[in-house]
Each structure stands twice: as structure tokens, then as C-alpha cells.
Nanobody, 128 residues
């Protein structure tokens, strides 16, 4: 069955770094667009980053541009999120998600409704 399993979360001080990973199985990973989302307590889930099937195109929420980097390794069915210069406001549960490729995906790369496979999440806590 389809599985997306996040790992790499933890607690870090402001200014620190973490690298999240997402292991994928049960579907043709290389054919799917991938995204990272997060949800802080009491807030709506929001899009963080998205990446094309081949990894050549990436998109970021304004709040993380220049600090986070999304990447993928299709040979390993793996998705990554390198998070640098972390801030307390980055504290959230982070989820990876997959959506089928469509030609105009770049018009709304972080549209959550388009993602149909989701992981269980990994917690990131940034202290000041």
C-alpha cells in the first residue's frame, strides 16, 4: 500500500538546522510531484515547498525562501527538506505529500487539495 514516512524532526535552537526526509513506497514515486506542508498548533496547515517530478523545478512559500531547500532522489524514492536558519515560527508538524503530475501544476504548486497521498508528519520545534 501507499506509504509516506517522514523522519528527521526534533528540537533545535533558533538559527539551527534540520534535514527532514520522507520515504515513499507503494506507488510510482518518480511520476509524482511532491510537497512539504506544515501545521502549527491552532493554525491552518500551510504549504512550505514543492518540487517537480524530476527535481528541476522548486517552489517555496515566501516565509521560507532562502532558508529551506527541497530536493528529491528518485532512485531512492526519497524526498528531503533542508531547513536552515530556523526560527521559532517554524515550529510545526511537517508533512510530506504527493500529487499526480499535471501540466499546469506550477500554477498552484502548494494547493493542498491536489495532493492525494500524505504522511503522518514529523514534529519540528524551534526554541528562542
Amino acid at each position: 500500500q501507499v506509504q509516506l514516512v517522514e523522519s528527521g524532526g526534533g528540537s533545535v535552537q533558533a538559527g539551527g538546522s534540520l534535514r527532514l526526509s520522507c520515504a515513499n513506497s507503494g506507488y510510482t514515486y518518480s511520476s509524482y510531484l511532491m510537497g512539504w506542508f506544515r501545521q502549527a498548533p491552532g493554525k491552518e496547515r500551510e504549504g512550505v515547498a514543492a518540487i517537480s517530478t524530476g527535481g528541476t523545478k522548486t517552489y517555496y512559500a515566501d516565509s521560507v525562501k532562502g532558508r529551506f531547500t527541497v530536493s528529491r532522489d528518485n532512485a531512492k524514492n526519497a524526498l528531503y527538506l533542508q531547513m536552515n536558519s530556523l526560527k521559532p515560527e517554524d515550529t510545526a508538524m511537517y508533512y510530506c505529500a504527493a500529487r499526480p503530475y499535471v501540466g499546469n501544476w506550477y500554477l498552484a504548486p502548494l494547493n493542498q487539495e491536489a495532493y492525494n497521498y500524505w504522511g503522518q508528519g514529523t514534529q519540528v520545534t524551534v526554541s528562542s
